[in-house]
T-cell receptor
């Protein structure tokens, strides 16, 4: 069964350092999402791509976070510099293009757990 | 804005007990509603969904009915198993500009004891 791949699974870094997370969605999924899940909370959207274009990045802290999906396939989420409050699980999800699936029917990767010391 | 409120956990049940996890929502328009499950050490998985009022979503013995009049989507299972131990998230789709974006509740942790 096709899966969303994410790496690394775990990342420990010191504050002020740069970190990057990678996501490879299910083949053929045009829409890609990055969510942040703080311990004990539900996931919150950081950025949504439709192919290579950003659809929504209103909740992305743009002073330190950036995301790209240059060829409309895999994606990278970067944090620079990392802060203590960035410790969380970063989840990538993908879905078929709007109009071809139920909005909200997402397929999630296992996540990348970030700890900032 | 749109939001989801679900009962706080943790919920601890004995095997074969009846499960209800309450979920209510606030939304403009007619969202789709979802339950996602997160097993220990894994990512979220779609458990069931309902796309319009009075729809009943079901999967793996779990059920939830989209109640527009009470803005609710409560999750139920008649007889839980130890393997159902997980965190359950209620969610709605934002049909605004970010079509497909999910708004999640805070999650309810379920522990089932043998």
């Amino acid at each position: 069964e096709a899966e969303v791949a994410q790496s690394p699974r775990y990342k420990i870094t010191e504050k002020s350092q740069a970190v990057a997370f990678w996501c490879d969605p299910i083949s053929g999924h045009a829409t890609l999402y990055w969510y942040r899940q703080i311990l004990g909370q539900g996931p919150e959207l950081l950025v949504q791509f439709q192919d290579e274009s950003v659809v929504d990045d209103s909740q992305l802290p743009k002073d330190r976070f950036s995301a790209e999906r240059l060829k409309g396939v895999d994606s990278t989420l970067k944090i620079q510099p990392a802060e203590l409050g960035d410790s969380a699980m970063y989840l990538c999800a993908s879905s078929l293009a709007p109009g071809t699936s139920v909005p909200g029917e997402l397929f999630f990767g296992e996540g990348s757990r970030l700890t900032v010391l | 804005g749109n939001s989801v409120t679900q009962m706080e956990g943790p919920v601890t049940l004995s095997e074969e007990a009846f499960l209800t996890i309450n979920c209510t929502y606030t939304a403009t328009g007619y969202p789709s509603l979802f339950w996602y499950v997160q097993y220990p050490g894994e990512g979220l998985q779609l458990l069931l969904k309902a796309t319009k009022a009075d729809d009943k979503g079901s999967n793996k013995g779990f059920e939830a009915t989209y109640r527009k009049e009470t803005t609710s989507f409560h999750l139920e299972k008649g007889s839980v198993q130890v393997s159902d131990s997980a965190v359950y998230f209620c969610a709605l789709s934002d049909r605004g500009g970010s079509q497909g974006n999910l708004i999640f509740g805070k999650g309810t942790k379920l522990s089932v004891k043998p």
